[in-house]
């Protein structure tokens, strides 16, 4: 049974670019989350998607945005990168069935550096 | 202030010590508590979760939550080499159950 997987592994791009990160969620699981960890700092909650909606949003601004398809599938896109944005991307599933705190999985991370 | 903090370490102990980790929080709300452990470049592995005050108990692990003190711990006994990586505490308050709130990190090095 996969985990939680997440494409690419690394990334570098210039300010101003646009990314686009990926994330399939254990199988069985119907809820992503998405966080960002910067270097020395526990993560933080970008947002989350549940039935192809987003559920709650943290404390981003609206250059972060996110999809999920109907295979639970989800992308993070950042536009308009700054230099601030580099950090460790994490995707973690969950299923929306049971307690968050039992079930919460997370992805290996796509490490994004902008220069 | 932040809602949730952590000694950012890092905490270096000998093999077979008892280690503690701790995490203060100024959310009273908080009902779900979670440690995770994460090994360089990779991501949190959930390792307890504890719901409300209490202790639980796992193998070489303790969790404990003390609400009334807004202090949570994490205890590893007999700690090994493979222990190393950072600890990450993290909670929410059951309601936005959605949104975890994690410290900082604990860098620990348990060494032969």
């Known amino acids: 049974d996969a985990g939680v997987t997440q494409s690419p592994t690394h990334l570098i791009k210039t300010r101003g670019q646009q990314v686009t990160l990926r994330c399939s969620p254990k199988s069985g699981h119907d809820t992503v989350s998405w966080y960002q960890q910067a270097l020395g700092q526990g993560p933080q909650f970008i947002f989350q998607y549940y039935e192809e909606e987003e559920r709650q949003r943290g404390n981003f601004p609206d250059r972060f945005s996110g999809h999920q398809f109907p295979n639970y599938s989800s992308e993070l896109n950042v536009n308009a990168l700054l230099l601030g944005d580099s950090a460790l991307y994490l995707c973690?599933?969950?299923?929306?069935?049971?307690?968050?705190?039992?079930?919460?999985?997370f992805g290996p991370g796509t490490r994004l550096l902008v220069l | 202030q932040k809602e949730v903090e952590q000694d950012p370490g890092p905490l270096s102990v000998p093999e077979g010590a008892i280690v503690s980790l701790n995490c203060t929080y100024s959310n009273s709300a908080f009902q779900y508590f979670m440690w995770y452990r994460q090994y360089s470049r990779k991501g949190p592995e959930l390792l307890m979760y504890t719901y409300s005050s209490g202790n639980k108990e796992d193998g070489r692990f303790t969790a404990q939550v003390d609400k009334s003190s807004k202090y949570i711990s994490l205890f590893i006994r007999d700690s090994q080499p493979s222990d190393s990586a950072t600890y990450l505490c993290?909670?929410?308050?059951?309601?936005?159950?959605?949104?975890?709130?994690f410290g900082t990190g604990t860098r620990l090095q348990v060494f032969p």
């Open positions: 973690a599933s969950s299923s929306a069935q049971r307690s968050l705190a039992e079930t919460q999985y």
């Open positions: 993290a909670m929410t308050d059951g309601i936005n159950t959605d949104k975890l709130i």
